[in-house]
């Protein structure tokens, strides 16, 4: 799947234009899981894996159903939380040391691993080791590609934070909901929905 449709699944996911309500309510889902993530070093090294588990979880049923978020979605994470936790701890660790010997070897661990929630979804069975070699094995031959649709969204920030810096919460929604659709498209799970499955 090229790069433009993948994008264009995420903007049809999110309702396809930016005050579309699945849009809004993705915004909010996004600035209630960094908020919480970022509100603290200690309260982030905790919830950074639970918390970001729910907000991939979340955006990767949107991509599957086309339906409203259920916010309290976002703390789904705590229902496993031993293994959401070693998620995020281990793969920041890792993709830590990884940059400490340069720059970019923790660039490639950090696409490397950008799988482990999506796979966590899939397969609550899988423990924290189980995700990332998971990950690793899929994101072989992709990193590059979801490198590059990354670097897509600069332009998109740059015109979200000239109002000051709001818009940037459109573009957030908009990166995950790209990034749920990726999975999608390096896995084989790239049927559409029907109009009916959506209105149910």
């Known amino acids: 799947m090229s790069r433009s449709e993948i994008k264009r699944k995420a903007r049809e996911q999110l309702g396809g234009n930016i005050f579309a309500t699945p849009w809004l309510i993705a915004i909010l889902v996004a600035l209630i899981g960094n908020a919480i993530v970022g509100v603290s070093s200690f309260i982030s090294f905790i919830f950074i894996g639970p918390i970001t588990f729910g907000l991939s979880s979340l955006f990767l049923k949107q991509a599957r159903d086309r339906k409203k978020m259920d916010v309290a979605g976002l703390f789904d994470g705590f229902n496993d939380f031993g293994q959401t936790f070693l998620l995020g701890f ?13 720059v970019i070897p923790g660039i490639v661990k950090t696409y490397s691993y950008s799988m482990i929630y999506y796979i966590k979804a899939d397969h609550p069975e899988y423990d924290w080791k189980q995700c990332i070699d998971e990950s690793r094995r899929i994101m072989n031959g992709h990193k590059m590609e979801l490198f590059i649709q990354d ?7 740059i015109v979200g934070s000239l109002c000051f810096g709001i818009g940037t919460l459109w573009v957030t929604a908009y990166m995950q909901a790209a990034k749920a659709q990726f999975y999608r ?16």
């Open 185 to 200: 498209a390096i896995t084989g799970d790239t049927a559409d929905v029907t109009e009916e499955a959506v209105a149910a």
């Open 151 to 157: 670097l897509s969204f600069i332009g998109w920030m």
């Open 90 to 102: 281990l793969s920041t660790l890792f993709i830590a040391l990884w940059s400490m010997l340069f």
